[in-house]
C-alpha cells in the first residue's frame, strides 16, 4: 500500500527511518518498490545518469514527466517525488505552480521536490502548496545552484553556515513545505536541523541523524562511474557485470559461438523444410 504524508510524520514520530531512491525508468522502479522503498525521487539526476550530460541544467520539464510516468508505471504503490528542473520555477509562482501541476497532473506524482531558500523560494513553496501539491524543499549542496555555491562542495562546514542552513529549513518549513532533502552537509548540522524541524528530514550525505536517507540509486550499484561522492556506498557493481556481459556478447558473435543453431534457433518440421527447398528450385 502506497504511503502518504501522514505514513512519513507516523514513521518520524516512531523514530522508524525513511527509505528513499531516486529512479528515472520503469524497469528500476519495479524493483524499488518490490525492495520496498518509502519514497521515489525521479531527480534531474538524470540528465547526468540517464541523459549523458555534464549537469542538470539542460534537463527539460518535458524529459521530467516522460521520466516521471514511466516510474509511475513500474511503481503504481510508492511515494513519487518529481524533481522541479531549472528554469522551471524560478521565473514567478504562476510558473512554478503550473510546472507542479504538470508533475501531478500528467505524471500521477504525490509531491515535488524544488531546490534552494530564500523569500523567493519561499514563495514558490507557498504558491505550490496553497494549490493542492505536496513540496519538498532541498538545501545545502543544491546542483542548479552550484555557480553561486562556487560548485559542488559541502555546505555548512563553518558555524556561520551552519546557523544559515538551519535558518534556511526553518523558513521552508514555514512556507508549507512537506519534508526537506538535505544534501552535502556534516553531519552534525544534519542533526540540528533535524532535531529543530516538525518535518521529516531527508539526508544525502547529510550524516545518520535525519529521518531518512537518499541515494541516487546509479552511485550506490555501480552503474554511474564518473566519479562517486564521498557519502556513497556501493552495494552492488552492475556497471562491472554489464561491461563482462558485453564483452562475452560480442567475442562469441565475432568467433561463431553465438548463436547455436541447437539452442537459440526457431525449429520447422522435416516436410516444411523439404516442402521450402523443392520450391526454392
Known sequence: MKKSILDFNRMVANNEKIVYLTCYD??????????????????????????????????????????????????????????????????????????AGRFVKEALCDCIKLEGAGPAICSRIKAISDAGVLVMGHIGLTPQFAAQLGGYKAQGKSAEAALKLIDQAKQIEKAGACSILVEGVPAIVGREITKQAGIPILGIGAGSYTHGQLLIYADMVGLYDNFTPKFVKKYANIGEELQRAFTEYCQEVRSGQFPVDEVHAYKISDEEANKLMEALK
Open 26 to 99: 520503469y524497469l528500476t522502479a519495479k524493483y524499488e518498490e518490490r525492495a520496498g522503498v518509502d519514497l521515489i525521487l525521479v531527480g534531474d539526476s538524470l540528465g547526468m545518469v540517464q541523459l549523458g550530460y555534464d549537469t542538470t541544467f539542460p534537463v527539460t520539464m518535458d524529459d521530467m514527466i516522460r521520466m516521471c510516468q514511466a516510474v509511475r508505471r513500474g511503481a503504481p504503490n510508492t511515494f513519487i517525488v518529481g524533481d522541479m528542473p531549472y528554469m522551471s520555477y524560478q521565473v514567478s509562482d504562476e510558473q512554478a505552480v503550473a510546472n
